[in-house]
Structures are given as structure tokens and as C-alpha cells.
């Protein structure tokens, strides 16, 4: 099994920046392919990232394309979320997680969940 603590989440104003970090412990973060997803108050929980075992390939929700990048250090056990250009919208608690299936789908399937982060985007 494997531990995930994210952090990195705040305030920031509409048109800013954010970076996430997601720290792993546990079992061998290097072999899983990671991701992220978000939960806004009343809404079920969303794709937002992915990215493979290996950081070479990586895949989106359009709802982040060209303004976040998902990234991983390996030798550090820790996977990363870049945010630009935020909007309110984007206002959500944001969770790392294993990406058990699907990984490259629309929807995959997240699992072992950290306890999140709280990113909030004022207008």
C-alpha cells in the first residue's frame, strides 16, 4: 500500500498560480502511474491529471488542458501539479492518488486517496 500527503493548496486570486505537491511513501511510488482529481463543494469528485509510472506521458481533463502541468521526481517519491491561470471554478479540495485503471480514459479510477488540498480562487 502506499501513502499519499498532499499540500500546497490555498488562496490565490483569479489569473494566478499554484503548485501542488503530492508526497508518497509506502510501497514503490516509481511503479504506479499518479494522478489528480478535485472536489468542489456539491459535486462529485473529477479527473483533473494523469501521469505514467515512467513521467513520459501524461494526459488531461479539458478542464485543465494548457493551463496545468502534471509532473513526478521519482527519487523523490513526490508528484507534482502545476496550476496556471486559475479561475474560481477551480476553486475545489484537490487529492493525488494511484490511478488503478483506465489510466489514458476520460474517467480513470483512483485509488489509495490522500487526504487533500484545499485550493480556493477568489474573482
Known amino acids: 500500500q502506499v501513502q499519499l500527503v498532499e499540500s500546497g493548496g490555498g488562496l490565490v486570486q483569479a489569473g494566478g498560480s499554484l503548485s501542488l505537491s503530492c508526497a508518497a511513501s509506502?510501497?514503490?511510488?516509481?511503479?504506479?502511474?499518479m494522478g489528480w482529481f478535485r472536489q468542489a463543494p456539491g459535486r462529485k469528485r473529477e479527473f483533473v491529471a494523469a501521469?505514467?509510472?515512467?513521467?513520459?506521458?501524461?494526459d488531461y481533463a479539458d478542464s485543465g488542458k494548457d493551463r496545468f502541468t502534471i509532473s513526478r521526481d521519482n527519487a523523490k517519491n513526490t508528484l507534482y501539479l502545476h496550476m496556471n491561470s486559475l479561475k474560481p471554478e477551480d476553486t475545489a479540495v484537490y487529492y493525488c492518488?494511484?490511478?488503478?485503471?483506465?489510466?489514458?480514459?476520460?474517467?480513470?479510477?483512483?485509488?489509495?486517496w490522500g487526504q487533500g488540498t484545499q485550493v480556493t480562487v477568489s474573482s
Open positions: 492518488a494511484v490511478i488503478l485503471s483506465g489510466f489514458g480514459s476520460p474517467q480513470p479510477r483512483g485509488g489509495y
Open positions: 509506502g510501497r514503490t511510488f516509481s511503479g504506479y502511474n
Open positions: 501521469i505514467a509510472w515512467s513521467g513520459r506521458t501524461s
